[in-house]
């Protein structure tokens, strides 16, 4: 009996002993649905200073100071360090709930917090001298957490509490927090540091009419105008692929002048064959290689040939009427008129394209001295990088692009389907498969009986086979109204810019769509793209824009 008593007093000797120890490490572990996952993070506990050390790469330090009852954030970006500062009394406060756990040998009590419509069950205890917490946003004031479980599947729990000296290298706290910020412009600043994101053009103008005094020679990053100034043109120096990575091309547009939705288009330059576009634009549109219509027109640069390659869009999008210039003129209640139009898309199946010295442009057709700004970036999203990753080598060739990009400065409208297909022939080299067309297209002729408002079936056939088609046709032209300042109101009460039209609204990108062409083995193929092109009525047309690119594997 007095054994047992003695072992007894023993374990409360040693219990109040941990109790008072104010240095700790303790390892975190994870379970999804019960299972052991990879991975493990630390807490490093001196005293009243922790620093949580989260697993996988991270972009930025997080700390905690119990005298100050306030977290620290600190990010390094590129050199620059940003701080944030923020009490516990402005994290979610904890619902403190019945239940007793006991965690790496510690009782615990529970609680309960809603995060962003999580639901985070918390283990903690508040009896000892440590504290701390493995997510920042999660109970930082209420003591020692010792486990969490988010919506019920995904846990983190402690797998060992370490009482020892904390060196000052583990703790690592911040002696330089460089600009302190506020939580808005500190979660930007960390979002940014995750990617890379490069220039291209910045607040150019793109209009008509007005002097152009390009650089005589070749130059990189220098702007060059063309077709009027309805072009914008640079060389720039992209960086080599990394597997996995994703790239995103962004534009932001608004009216300098011009109040019409307009056709635009991103595009880039092929410089691998003796003839380019790049010397359409400089010598004009006799300059590129033409083929003549059943109608008698002839069309110039719009499909691939043994010596020239079209140009390769990367985006096409339409301007709204008149965002931000005119929105101080067409002011209604409740109208919110935005600043800008946005423009975000995915173009990594591109990135083979997109490497080294290229040229990059921008085209909105217009006849406005006052015409559009436009700023350009692409923005760089690492993938995996570790031991294993792999990069997957792909096969890119535009192969047709039938948007008349010098429209200002004489290039044909696409008007070729009233009486034919638009037709290419392609060669595809050994060790190339599984390929796919991406596929862009859009109508035009902008009144009643036009084939901008009458939807139009697109076939695509290769080899004579048809291999797919689709009516392009979008009917959510309305969810963007303010947008379009400056679009007209009819008496039905809609505005020109809420009409369903072929495939494109104002202030939106067109999307492509993938075609697959499994059947396509290297050797020479035909393509060909059918439209019913509607007729015209006194000086009123209709065309078709569309673009291919051919897309496959390489072995």
């Avoid at 508040?126 to 599947?153: F, S």
């Amino acid at each position: 009996m007095r054994g047992i008593l003695l072992g007894c007093a023993l374990v409360m000797t040693s219990a109040s002993l941990f109790a008072q120890q104010s240095e700790a490490v303790i390892t975190y572990g994870f379970k999804n649905n019960g299972k052991e996952s990879r991975g493990e993070q630390k807490l490093y506990i001196k005293g009243k200073q922790v620093r949580l050390a989260p697993a996988g790469r991270q972009t930025e330090q997080q700390f905690l100071h119990y005298g100050e009852k306030a977290s620290y954030q600190v990010l390094n970006s590129n050199g620059e360090i940003f701080t944030l500062k923020k009490p516990f009394s402005e994290y979610v406060k904890p619902e403190l709930i019945p239940g007793i756990d006991t965690i790496a040998g510690v009782p615990c009590k529970k609680a309960k917090v809603f995060i962003r419509s999580n639901t985070i069950e918390v283990w903690y205890t508040n009896d000892l001298t440590i504290k701390g917490t493995p997510a920042i946003t999660v109970a930082p004031g209420l003591g020692l957490v010792l486990k969490t479980i988010r919506n019920g599947n995904s846990e983190t729990y402690a797998r060992q509490i370490e009482y020892r000296t904390v060196t000052a290298e583990e703790l690592n706290w911040p002696v330089d927090k460089g600009t302190i910020v506020d939580e808005p412009s500190y979660q930007r600043q960390v979002i940014e540091s995750r990617y890379t994101t490069l220039p291209i053009f910045d607040r150019e103008q793109i209009s008509w009419g007005n002097k152009i005094d390009n650089p005589q020679a070749e130059t990189l990053n220098a702007t060059y105008k063309f077709a009027g100034g309805t072009v914008i043109l640079k060389k720039v120096k992209l960086p080599a692929t990394k597997p996995g990575q994703r790239l995103f091309a962004e534009l932001v547009q608004y009216s300098n002048g011009d109040a019409y939705d307009r056709t635009g288009s991103v595009f880039m330059i092929p410089t691998d064959k003796a003839v380019t576009f790049l010397q359409g634009l400089q010598q004009g549109a006799q300059a590129l290689p033409a083929f003549t219509g059943r109608n008698g027109k002839k069309y110039q640069g719009y499909v691939t040939t043994d010596s020239y390659v079209t140009p390769l869009e990367l985006m096409r999008f339409f301007t709204p009427f008149g965002v931000r210039h005119f929105n101080a003129q067409a002011r209604i209640k409740g109208y919110d008129w935005a600043d800008s139009a946005v423009y975000k898309q995915d173009i990594s199946d591109l990135l083979p394209r997109l490497q080294g010295e290229v040229w990059i442009g921008i085209y909105i057709g217009n006849y406005d001295k006052g015409g559009h700004i436009a700023s350009l970036s692409f923005k760089y999203y690492p993938g995996y990088e570790g031991e294993g990753a792999t990069e997957i080598k792909k096969w890119v060739m535009p192969v047709f692009n039938s948007t008349n990009l010098m429209e200002m400065a004489g290039q044909e409208y696409a008007t070729l389907f009233d009486q034919d297909s638009l037709t290419v022939t392609i060669d595809v080299p050994q060790g190339v498969k599984n390929l796919k067309l991406r596929y862009i297209t859009t109508g035009h002729g902008g009144w009643g009986g036009g084939d901008e408002f009458n939807p139009k079936l697109n076939e695509i056939f290769a080899d004579g086979k048809r291999a797919y088609h689709f009516f392009p046709w979008r009917e959510d032209c309305a969810t963007y109204r303010l947008l379009n300042p400056a679009s007209g109101n009819f008496g039905n009460g809609l505005s020109s810019s809420d009409l369903s039209r072929s495939n494109w609204c104002p202030g939106t990108l067109t999307l492509p769509v993938d075609v697959p062409l499994p059947d396509l083995a290297p050797g020479k193929h035909t393509l060909q793209v059918a439209i019913p092109l509607g007729k015209p009525e006194g000086g009123s047309f209709s065309f078709w824009n569309v673009s291919g690119v051919l897309i496959g594997d390489k072995e």
